[in-house]
C-alpha cells in the first residue's frame, strides 16, 4: 500500500517536471514548479529527511516559487516575441541530447553507489556530544560543516548585491516595486493583519527548534521574510530604500558575527571556526541568533527586488 | 471503543478523499473560473477538514491534534483569501475586456 503511494508520488513528481519543462506558457511552468517543490517535499518526508523536507518547502518551493513568479510576470510582454522564435531541428535534437546525457550521467552515477553508501553519519552521532546540539543537521550546519553554511550566509548577501545592481541609475538608493493595486480595505490587507502574528510566532518556534529537532534559521528566516512580503504587497507596510546605513549594517551583521566567532576560534581553539571545549553550543546559538535576523532581511529584499522607485519626499 | 474510532478515522478520511476527487473531477470539468473557484473551495474546505477530522484520534495527543486543526484553520484563510483574489482579478480583466 505505502509502496503503491510511493510510486504514485515518485510518477507525478517526474510528469510535473516534464510539464514545467514543456509548458509553453511562462507563468504555467512556474505553478508547475511550485507545485513540484510542494511534491517535493512530500518526498523528502517520506524519506525521513525532514530537515531537507522543511527548507524544500519554505525555500525551494515558497521563495523560490515568489522569484520565478515574479520574473515571470516582469517577463510577460516579451513573451510573444519568446513565442516567435522557433529553433530549428538540429538545435532542439541537440538540446534533447545533451540534456538526456547529463540525466543518464547523473542517474548512472547514483545507481553505481555501493550497497550501504559510503557515510559519514556514525562519525557524526559519535561526535555530537562535543557540540552540545541534539539536532544532528544542526551540529553539521554549524559545527563540523561550518564553513559552508558561513559561505552560504555570505552567498546570499552577494546574491543580493546581484539584485540591487539591476536597479536602473535614476533610483538607485530607492525602493522595491510595491507590485500589485493595493486596496487598503480588500481582502488581501485583512490578510496581512491576520496572518502576521501566527507566522512570525511559526517563524521563530521553528527556528528556536532547530538546536533539537527538525527546523533552523534559513526556514525559520524565509516564514518571517515572506510574512514582511505579504504585509508589503498588501500595502500595510513598506520595504526600507536601500541606500539606508542600518540597512546595510543589518545585512551583514549576522555573517559578520559568524566570521568573527570563527576568527576569534583560532585563538582560542587553534583553528578556524573552531570552538573551544565546552562553548560550542552557547558559540553556534549565538551564530543562529545573529543569523537569523541578517538572513530575513536578506531573504525579505530579495524577494521584494531591485529598487525601482525613489521614496517619498 | 479503539475500533469504533478506527471506523470513525476510515470513513471521515474517505468521504474527506470523495470531496477532494469530486473537488478534482468539477475542477477539470466546469467551463469557467468562478464554477471552478466554487468547487475547488469546497474540495479544499471539507475535504481537508474531514481529512483532519477522521486523523485527529489518531494525533497521540492533544497538542498534535490542536496543530492539525490549525493546519485546517490556516488553509481555509488561505482558500479563502486566495479564491478572492482571484475572482476579483477576473472581475476586473472581465470588466475591461
Given amino acids: 500500500m505505502i509502496a503503491a503511494l510511493n510510486i504514485g508520488v515518485a510518477a507525478l513528481v517526474l510528469a510535473l517536471a ?52 515574479g520574473a515571470a510576470v516582469r517577463l510577460r510582454s516579451t ?13 532542439r535534437m541537440l538540446a534533447v541530447l545533451l540534456s538526456g546525457g547529463v540525466a543518464a550521467a547523473m542517474a548512472a552515477c547514483v545507481l553505481a553507489l555501493p550497497d550501504p553508501a559510503p557515510t559519514l553519519a556514525p562519525q557524526v552521532s559519535a561526535s555530537m556530544a562535543a557540540t552540545g546540539v541534539a539536532n544532528p543537521v544542526t ?39 510595491l507590485g500589485y493595486d493595493v486596496d487598503p480595505d480588500g481582502i488581501l490587507a485583512y490578510v496581512a493583519r491576520i496572518l502576521p502574528p501566527i507566522g512570525i510566532v511559526a517563524g521563530i518556534y521553528i527556528f528556536w527548534a532547530g538546536a ?45 558575527a559568524f566570521f568573527a566567532i570563527g576568527l576569534a576560534g583560532t585563538v582560542t581553539a587553534g583553528a578556524f571556526l573552531a570552538y573551544p571545549d565546552g562553548y560550542a553550543k552557547v558559540l553556534i546559538l549565538a551564530i543562529e541568533w545573529a543569523l537569523l535576523p541578517s538572513l530575513a532581511l536578506t531573504l525579505f529584499l530579495l524577494m521584494a527586488g531591485a529598487p525601482q522607485r525613489m521614496s517619498a519626499p | 471503543m479503539k475500533a469504533a474510532l478506527d471506523i470513525a478515522s476510515v470513513l471521515a478520511i474517505s468521504a474527506g478523499a ?53 493546519i485546517w484553520l490556516l488553509a481555509l484563510l488561505a482558500g479563502a483569501t486566495v479564491s478572492q483574489l482571484i475572482a476579483r482579478t477576473v472581475q476586473t480583466r472581465d470588466v475591461r475586456s
Fill in chain 1, 139 to 177: 551540529a553539521v550546519l554549524l559545527a563540523f560543516r561550518a564553513m559552508d553554511t558561513l559561505l552560504e550566509a555570505i552567498v546570499l548577501v552577494l546574491a543580493l548585491i546581484g539584485v540591487w545592481s539591476l536597479a536602473p541609475d535614476r533610483v538607485w538608493g530607492g525602493r522595491p516595486a
Fill in chain 2, 18 to 70: 470523495f470531496f477532494f476527487l469530486a473537488g478534482t473531477v468539477a475542477l477539470l470539468r466546469f467551463p469557467d473560473t468562478l464554477s471552478r473557484l466554487h468547487a475547488l473551495t469546497k474540495a479544499d474546505n471539507l475535504g481537508l477538514g474531514l481529512v483532519v477530522v477522521g486523523l485527529l484520534p489518531r494525533a497521540g495527543g492533544v497538542s498534535a491534534g490542536l496543530k492539525l486543526l490549525c
Fill in chain 1, 18 to 69: 516534464l510539464f514545467t519543462i514543456v509548458a509553453r506558457e511562462s507563468f504555467a511552468a512556474c505553478v508547475g514548479f511550485l507545485a513540484y517543490g510542494l511534491l517535493l517535499t512530500l518526498v523528502w518526508v517520506q524519506l525521513q529527511g525532514l530537515d531537507v523536507a522543511l527548507i524544500e518547502g519554505a525555500v525551494g518551493g515558497g521563495l523560490t516559487g515568489v522569484l520565478v513568479i
Fill in chain 1, 79 to 91: 513573451q510573444a516575441a519568446a513565442d516567435a522564435v522557433r529553433l530549428g531541428m538540429p538545435a
Fill in chain 1, 212 to 256: 533539537d529537532h527538525p527546523g533552523g534559521k534559513f526556514q525559520g528566516a524565509t516564514i518571517l521574510a515572506a510574512m514582511w512580503l505579504l504585509a508589503m504587497r498588501a500595502g500595510l507596510t513598506d520595504a526600507p530604500p536601500v541606500d539606508r546605513k542600518w540597512l546595510r549594517l543589518a545585512l551583514v551583521a549576522g555573517p559578520a
